[in-house]
């Protein structure tokens, strides 16, 4: 017997003519707030109907766990919610704790009617959709997955703001024109800070940079001399102390960042082995714990590479109607893994040893440009990634040096499969011209 569920249209207050059918007969569904938490349960009988409950909730861990006693007063352990912010972390992390299988989903997917909404009814109907296998689940990776990449993320956004007073430094530089970065590849190496710091301590003062210079650097004295013939203002100076300081303490944080990563990933050794044969992900080893840290270890939550790489943004939307195009750019997803794999897809097109990616990306860029080829790229990247976590097995690049097989049996069209073609293509089809009598 076939069970339905009809849905409710709340502006109208009618019920839309449409039902379908009901997968879970039992779950959940959450509205996460800040402060409080919406929860209502559906239950469907052996009669096809449906009865809901209703609560609210804290969203302090006394709240939650009244929460857990509740569902658990009616037995039910599938539980739905949005990925509001950062309020539905908690919610999760004791729901999973407390053996519930919660599902995440996309606000976009939970997005209610417009009209008469309102928190409970915004529950009621994830539930109604979770009801009907009407929402996508987002990828969650386990408990030590998800530790790890908070930490990642966070080492991602330090690397951001010592890049910013970076910039900040350089432009005290260049206020009170010291031209270090003319003669120095890095403003901020040996040589450049030690004539820095001795420009701050004595300003004004006319000094021989000779003492300061490695022995290694290529840029003659004379040139350097001239470089540092400026005059930091008081102002100046203070933010530039400042600025070096601050980038200073930021190291020392990212340094211990870095030391918290390695011990927790530990465990995942054998998988960063792994992932470190990949051409690129070799010589750091935080790039492999990056990537970690994104897909798991455990690719059986993607069923092809296919979805791996949708999953993380490289591969063009699916936009279009009537077999027309609107939109063929990449998603927005996987804003703190792309730029990583774009990083490791730029130094790869440049590298002599792995002359296959390389060959794919000129072959593309001179068709798509140079931001679509890098894509590709990243798309190549990732795919080897899933065969060798799904294989257990080093990567090779024989796959992608072997030429592609010619096939010899060339596709025959029809008369009217060729006209449609041509149509699609944009060619007017004229009818054939009366005979001439």
């Not at 709240?63 to 539905?88: H, I």
């Not at 004379?222 to 400026?230: K, L, R």
């Not at 530039?240 to 303490?249: A, T, V």
């Amino acid at each position: 017997m076939t069970s339905h569920c009809q849905f409710y249209n709340y502006k109208f207050q009618e019920v839309i003519l449409l039902s379908f059918k009901i997968l879970k007969f039992k779950c959940c569904g959450l509205d996460v707030h800040k402060t409080w938490i919406y929860a209502c349960i559906g239950i469907t009988d052996s009669n096809n109907r449906t009865e809901y409950k209703q609560a609210r909730f804290s969203s302090f861990t006394k709240g939650l766990n009244e929460l857990c006693d509740w569902l658990a007063k009616y037995n039910c352990t599938d539980v739905c919610m949005e990925s509001t912010g950062k309020y539905w972390i908690p919610v999760f992390n004791i729901l999973e704790r407390n053996n519930i299988w919660v599902t995440l989903s996309h606000p976009k997917y939970t997005k209610p009617q417009k009209g008469n909404k309102t928190d409970r009814k915004d529950a009621r109907w994830i539930c109604d959709l979770y009801m009907c296998g009407m929402i996508k689940p987002s990828f969650i990776p386990p408990a030590d997955i998800r530790e790890l990449r908070d930490l990642v993320r966070y080492r991602f956004k330090l690397n951001c703001m010592i890049a910013s007073e970076k910039n900040r430094a350089l432009n005290c530089l260049t206020v009170s024109n010291l031209k270090l970065d003319d003669v120095f590849s890095n403003v901020f190496g040996k040589s450049s800070r030690s004539i820095t710091e001795y420009i701050l301590q004595h300003p004004g003062e006319t000094f021989d940079v000779a003492p300061f210079v490695h022995g290694r650097c290529k840029t003659p004295i004379a040139e350097i001399q001239a470089a540092v013939d400026g005059a930091v203002s008081a102002g100046q100076a203070a933010k530039l102390r400042q600025c070096l300081d601050h980038m200073d303490e930021l190291e020392k944080h990212k340094e211990n960042i870095e030391w918290e990563i390695l011990r927790l990933s530990e465990k995942y050794e054998q998988a960063l082995n792994l992932i470190r044969t990949v051409p690129g992900f070799d010589k750091n080893p935080m790039t492999a714990i990056q990537v970690l840290s994104e897909i798991g270890g455990d690719m059986s939550v993607f069923p092809t590479a296919k979805n791996l790489v949708s999953w993380a943004g490289c591969c063009p939307r699916n936009d279009s109607s009537n077999y027309k195009i609107k939109s063929n750019r990449i998603s927005h997803a996987g804003s703190y893994f792309k730029p990583v794999l774009v990083q490791v897809a730029n130094a790869l097109i440049k590298s002599k040893k792995n002359p296959e990616f390389a060959t794919r990306y000129r072959r593309i860029k001179a068709r798509r440009g140079h931001k679509k080829a890098i894509i590709a790229i990243c798309r190549m990247i990732l795919t080897a990634i899933w065969h060798i976590l799904t294989d257990l097995k080093p990567y090779t690049p024989e796959g992608y040096l072997a030429p592609n097989p010619v096939k010899k049996e060339k596709k025959i069209l029809t008369t009217s499969q060729a006209l449609n073609l041509l149509k699609r293509r944009g060619y007017i089809i004229k009818d054939d011209a009366a005979p001439a009598f």
